[in-house]
T-cell receptor, first 110, second 115 residues
Framework: EDKVVQSPLSLVVHEGDTVTLNCSYEVTNFRSLLWYKQEKKAPTFLFMLTSSGIEKKSGRLSSILDKKELFSILNITATQTGDSAIYLCAPKTGDDKIIFGKGTRLHILP | NAGVMQNPRHLVRRRGQEARLRCSPVKGHSHVYWYRQLPEEGLKFMVYLQKENIIDESGMPKERFSAEFPKEGPSILRIQQVVRGDSAAYFC?????????????FGPGTRLTVL
């Protein structure tokens, strides 16, 4: 059965701190891995990773995939209160199914 | 520049009633996906549809749930004889075509409450 495990489940840090969110997966017919940010509405797309070892960056966020060890990390540097959200890791299969983890609930204290 | 539209945003039903959830994909997108998010849980895949076809319904409960994506009009997720356990947020996503390079764009969700 396909499995996605995110850790930690929740995290509270102070503004300005750097955080690392982890995602490990076991998925048959793996094609790519997506990261989403979910606030009080629908998830919004952050990154799609298809190749190992290539870091993707967007401002203070970055992410990398290790297809051999079956995990990905999402880094956020210089966190701000607006980064408070649930971050979802979601492997995508070759038949276009996305399997979501339970997410990491991140809370940034001012 | 409309994204995925879902309506209603909030739906309240009594046990035994029917719930109909609508999803209009991004203009030009022909692939629609439905997900359910139970309280304190991640999103779970339910069904994947293309126009007039169900491609993958492996995540749909066997009874009471059905989905369609007609040639014209929105995709509909239908839940018959709702029970309290159906209370959840239901998200629809769309993509333009199949392929690893296409991400899915999510709608705002419909929050179903069953009394």
């Amino acid at each position: 059965e396909d499995k996605v495990v995110q850790s930690p489940l929740s995290l509270v840090v102070h503004e300005g701190d750097t955080v690392t969110l982890n995602c490990s997966y076991e998925v048959t017919n793996f094609r790519s891995l997506l990261w989403y940010k979910q606030e009080k509405k629908a998830p919004t797309f952050l990154f799609m990773l298809t190749s190992s070892g290539i870091e993707k960056k967007s401002g203070r966020l970055s992410s990398i995939l290790d297809k051999k060890e079956l995990f990905s990390i999402l880094n956020i540097t210089a966190t701000q209160t607006g980064d408070s959200a649930i971050y979802l890791c979601a492997p995508k299969t070759g038949d276009d199914k996305i399997i979501f983890g339970k997410g990491t609930r991140l809370h940034i204290l001012p | 520049n409309a994204g995925v539209m879902q309506n209603p945003r909030h739906l309240v039903r009594r046990r035994g009633q029917e719930a109909r959830l609508r999803c209009s994909p991004v203009k030009g997108h022909s692939h629609v996906y439905w997900y359910r998010q139970l309280p304190e849980e991640g999103l779970k895949f339910m069904v994947y549809l293309q126009k007039e076809n169900i491609i993958d319904e492996s995540g749909m409960p066997k009874e009471r749930f059905s989905a369609e994506f007609p040639k014209e009009g929105p995709s509909i997720l239908r839940i018959q004889q709702v029970v309290r356990g159906d209370s959840a947020a239901y998200f629809c996503a769309s993509s333009p075509r199949t392929g690893t390079t296409d991400t899915q764009y999510f709608g705002p969700g419909t929050r179903l409450t069953v009394l």
